[in-house]
C-alpha cells in the first residue's frame, strides 16, 4: 500500500487535529473525507475532502482504507465493531470505551476482521512526558518507587452558551462516566506505560460536591502495582480558583537513586545529583492549538497509524492497551461503590462485571 486513505469519523475538536495533521503533516496519508456530527460538512470544505453522509456510507466505500474516530465513547463500540466489519483499520480516540465488556467486544470484532485497532493516546507523546520516559528507560532515577499524580481544576462544567460543553452534551450523560474516565484514562494509561508493570489492585472513591450535572469530577485512587511500585492519584475539578499551581497534570516520581518532577503540560525537572536540573520547558503557550510545536503529538500519532498499516506493523497503542486503562477505571468505580479494594485482573464475563460474589450489570458501569 503506497498511500493510506482515511475517513474522518466525527467533526468536533479532536477531529479538526487530526484533519490538519493529515493534511498538513503526514506522509503516504490521504484524507477522503468527513462523517458524523453537525460540522461535519464545515469540516469537509475547510480541508476540501468530501462530505460524507454517514458512517455506513463510508464504511462502504472502496476507497477508503482506514478510520480515524474522534467520536463519543458511548458510541465507539458500535461503530468500531461495524468498521472492523467492513475490513476498515481503526485509529480510536480515547476513552477507549465506558466499560471493559464493550472493549472486549471491540477488541475481539478487529482481530476477527484483521484490522488494525489503534488507540490515540496523546499524552505519551507530550514533550515533557515523552522525555520523562527517556529518562526513566536510561535508568537516571533507578527503579520506581512511588508515583503521585495531580490532576486540579476549576471545571464544574454544565452546558451552557459560554461553556465548551456547549457542544458536546454527551459528555454529561451518566453513561459518559465523567472526569475519572475522560482524564482517568490517560493517567492510569501513563502509570502503565511509565512504570512498564501491571495494576493489581485499586483502591478509591470519586465523588461530586457541587457539579451536579457533571459525574465523578473528584477522585482519590491508591495504585498497587506488580513490582512493588505505589502510585497515588488527586483528581479534582471544582477546585477554588486560581487552583494550585502546575497541578494540570503533575506527575512526581521516586525512583531509587533520584526525582522527577513532570507537570505534562510545560517542564520537566530531575533529582538525581543531588541539585534540581531542568530538562525540558515547552514553548509559551499561545491562543493558536494549530500551532506545530503543540500539534506534534496529534500528527505522530496520524503517521504512526499509516505507516503501520503500510508496513504491516502492530498498533502503536494497542486496542489492549486501551482496554487495560479503562479498566482501572472500572476497578475505581467498584472500589467507590464497595468501599474496599479491588483486585485486578477483573473477572469479567460478556453481561458485566464479576464483584463481590455478583454480576454487576453494564448499565451500571460507570454510571449508578
Given at each position: ?160 452558551a459560554d461553556n465548551p460543553l456547549t457542544d458536546k452534551p454527551w459528555a454529561l ?48 485512587v491508591q495504585l498497587e502495582f506488580s513490582r512493588g511500585v505505589m502510585a497515588q ?48 520547558r515547552d514553548p509559551p503557550r499561545t491562543e493558536d492549538w494549530l500551532e506545530p ?76
Amino acid at each position: 500500500m503506497d498511500n493510506v486513505r482515511i475517513g474522518m469519523v466525527g467533526s468536533g475538536w479532536m477531529a479538526k487535529f487530526y484533519a490538519e495533521s493529515i493534511v498538513k503533516y503526514n506522509h503516504h496519508v490521504e484524507l477522503i473525507g468527513v462523517t458524523g456530527g453537525k460540522r461535519a460538512p464545515k469540516l469537509a470544505a475547510e480541508y476540501d475532502v468530501e462530505p460524507i453522509v454517514d458512517l455506513d456510507t463510508m464504511l462502504g466505500r472502496d476507497d477508503v482504507d482506514a478510520l480515524v474516530m474522534a467520536t463519543p465513547h458511548q458510541v465507539h463500540a458500535e461503530q468500531v465493531i461495524a468498521a472492523a466489519k467492513s475490513g476498515k483499520h481503526i485509529l480510536l480516540e480515547k476513552p477507549m470505551a465506558p466499560n471493559v465488556p464493550d472493549c472486549d467486544a471491540m477488541i475481539s470484532a478487529c482481530k476477527n476482521g484483521g484490522v488494525t485497532l489503534a488507540m490515540i493516546k496523546s499524552l505519551r507523546y507530550w514533550n515533557v512526558m515523552a522525555k520523562a520516559k527517556t529518562l526513566i528507560e536510561e535508568g537516571r532515577i533507578g527503579d520506581i518507587r512511588m508515583i503521585q499524580v495531580t490532576c486540579l481544576h476549576n471545571l464544574i462544567w454544565t452546558a451552557t452558551a459560554d461553556n465548551p460543553l456547549t457542544d458536546k452534551p454527551w459528555a454529561l450523560e451518566p453513561e459518559a462516566g465523567g472526569m475519572i474516565l475522560d482524564r482517568g484514562c490517560h493517567i492510569f494509561d501513563m502509570l502503565r506505560w511509565l512504570t512498564g508493570d501491571e495494576v493489581i489492585r485499586v483502591f478509591g472513591k470519586i465523588n461530586s460536591y457541587e457539579a451536579k450535572t457533571y459525574h465523578t469530577p473528584n477522585a482519590m485512587v491508591q495504585l498497587e502495582f506488580s513490582r512493588g511500585v505505589m502510585a497515588q492519584i488527586w483528581m479534582g475539578h471544582e477546585v477554588p480558583e486560581p487552583t494550585f499551581p502546575d497541578t494540570g497534570y503533575q506527575f512526581r516520581i521516586w525512583g531509587e537513586r533520584g526525582l522527577i518532577d513532570a507537570e505534562a503540560h510545560t517542564v520537566l525537572k530531575v533529582s538525581s545529583n543531588g541539585e534540581w536540573d531542568e530538562i525540558w520547558r515547552d514553548p509559551p503557550r499561545t491562543e493558536d492549538w494549530l500551532e506545530p510545536w503543540r500539534l506534534e503529538k496529534h500528527f505522530v500519532q496520524t503517521q504512526l497509524f499509516a505507516d503501520n498499516i503500510r508496513f504491516n506493523k502492530p498498533a502503536a497503542v494497542s486496542g489492549e492497551e486501551g482496554r487495560a486503562a479503562i479498566e482501572i477505571v472500572q476497578a475505581t468505580h467498584l472500589s467507590s461503590m464497595g468501599g474496599t479494594s479491588v483486585n485486578l485482573p477483573l473477572p469479567s464475563n460478556e453481561g458485566g462485571i464479576q464483584f463481590d460474589g455478583a454480576t454487576v450489570p453494564r448499565a451500571l458501569i460507570p454510571g449508578r
